[in-house]
Each structure stands twice: as structure tokens, then as C-alpha cells.
């Protein structure tokens, strides 16, 4: 299957300070990439869909401000989380494929980001 | 929007037990796909199939959109197929996003 990688796979940092990470197709062109967020014991819950060239479209509750999503090429998307907190702990994970890469809607994954705010 | 609910929420086996996942949701769908979630967090495809039956080695998948649901099946448990499975689905033919269901959590007991 097609190939999503995300950097980087573990962070820690202060509260108050903002993150960086990385989402890439490695052997395909993605105009389209998907951020979701998954608590512990939890479901995955979609935030955010990362248009290549555009703004990002962000689900309902999600704040836009905090969670800023750039997608300046085709094969990169990054998602900034802004003067995190502890709540914003969490493991954030990537997807791109679709009909561009298999010809279907299936979707890859990235292996995630596990994120921890002090 | 779509509802996914995946039933039994945990299952704990023997290893060379069989078991069946179930997958229901709310609306019409265009894509279902099968994952299964590793204890690091990484989500496996299993499965692309939003419709008939898939089979690959111990596993095998069977939709039935008319009726909203799908099955997961998995024979002859091993140990490493414990973790979290989801399906998720899309319902958008515009937009490929997932909507991922509440996950079955499968331990596999030697």
C-alpha cells in the first residue's frame, strides 16, 4: 500500500510552547490529508482536512487557531499545535490515498504522533 | 453525520479461537475500511471493502451495505492479533474522509 510517514513519532515539550509535526506521502502526491486526534481508550476523531494550496477545512469544535495545518506542497502537510497544554496530550495521526493513489477510497495511515505536554 | 458503532467493545480469547467483529453504521457508504491498531499506536489496513467479501490468510471481511453493516473474521487467534481493530467509514464521494467506530479491543490469551 501507499506510504504516509509523520514526524516526529514521540514529543514532549512545555505548556506554552508550540509543535510541529509532520506529515508526508512518500511515494505519491496528496492534495488531500487528513488530521485526526485519538484520547486514550478512545476513538480516532477527525480534526481537520488539509487542502494542498488552500486553507485547511476544520471539524466542528476544533479550534482553528490552535491547530494550525499548512499544506504547501503535494506532498507534505504539517499540523502546529499552538501554546500547548496538558490537555492537548494526545496522539495525533495522519492520513492521505484516496482515488489518486489505489483508484479506490482507501485510505493509508501515518504512524502517528504521540504528543505530551508538561 | 454517519454513526459507527462496533460491537463487542472488548473480547478476550484463547489462541486458536475464532471470532467476529461487527460493524454497524448509520447511512449509505462508499468506502468501509477494516484497521487494526498495534499496541504503538500505528493503524494496520486489513481491509478495503465497502462492499462483498475479502479474504487474506487468517482473516476475512464481508460488507453488506444494504443492511449497513460489515464482519470482520478472524480464525486460529494468535497472540500478535491482539490489540484494538476499528472500521471506519466515508460517506462522501467529494470528500474521502473516515469516520472510525468505537473499536473492538481483542486480547488473545496464550
Known amino acids: 500500500g501507499a506510504v504516509v510517514s509523520q514526524h516526529p513519532s514521540w514529543v514532549i515539550c512545555k505548556s506554552g510552547t508550540s509543535v510541529k509535526i509532520e506529515c508526508r506521502s512518500l511515494?505519491?502526491?496528496?492534495?488531500?490529508m487528513f488530521w485526526y486526534r485519538q484520547f486514550p481508550k478512545q476513538s480516532l476523531m477527525l480534526m481537520a482536512t488539509?487542502?494542498?494550496?488552500?486553507?485547511?477545512?476544520?471539524e466542528q469544535g476544533v479550534e482553528k487557531d490552535k491547530f494550525l495545518i499548512n499544506h504547501a506542497s503535494l506532498t507534505l502537510s504539517t499540523l502546529t499545535v499552538t501554546s500547548a497544554h496538558p490537555e492537548d496530550s494526545s496522539f495525533y495521526i495522519c492520513?492521505?490515498?484516496?482515488?489518486?493513489?489505489?483508484?479506490?477510497?482507501?485510505?493509508?495511515f501515518g504512524e502517528g504522533s504521540r504528543l505530551t505536554v508538561l | 453525520g454517519i454513526q459507527v458503532e462496533q460491537s463487542p467493545p472488548d473480547l478476550i480469547l484463547q489462541e486458536g479461537a475464532n471470532s467476529t467483529l461487527r460493524c454497524n453504521f448509520s447511512?449509505?457508504?462508499?468506502?468501509l475500511q477494516w484497521f487494526h491498531q498495534n499496541p504503538w499506536g500505528q493503524l494496520i489496513n486489513l481491509f478495503y471493502?465497502?462492499?462483498g467479501t475479502k479474504q487474506n490468510g487468517r482473516l476475512s471481511a464481508t460488507t453488506v451495505a444494504t443492511e449497513r453493516y460489515s464482519l470482520l473474521y478472524i480464525s486460529s487467534s494468535q497472540t500478535t492479533d491482539s490489540g484494538v481493530y476499528f472500521c471506519?467509514?466515508?460517506?462522501?464521494?467529494?470528500?474521502?474522509?473516515?469516520?472510525f467506530g468505537t473499536g473492538t479491543r481483542l486480547t488473545i490469551i496464550p
Open positions: 492520513s492521505a490515498g484516496g482515488r489518486r493513489v489505489a483508484n479506490t477510497g482507501e485510505l493509508f
Open positions: 511515494d505519491f502526491q496528496a492534495t488531500t
Open positions: 488539509s487542502n494542498e494550496g488552500s486553507k485547511a477545512t476544520y
Open positions: 447511512d449509505s457508504v462508499n468506502n
Open positions: 471493502i465497502p462492499s
Open positions: 471506519a467509514v466515508g460517506a462522501n464521494f467529494g470528500n474521502e474522509k473516515l469516520t
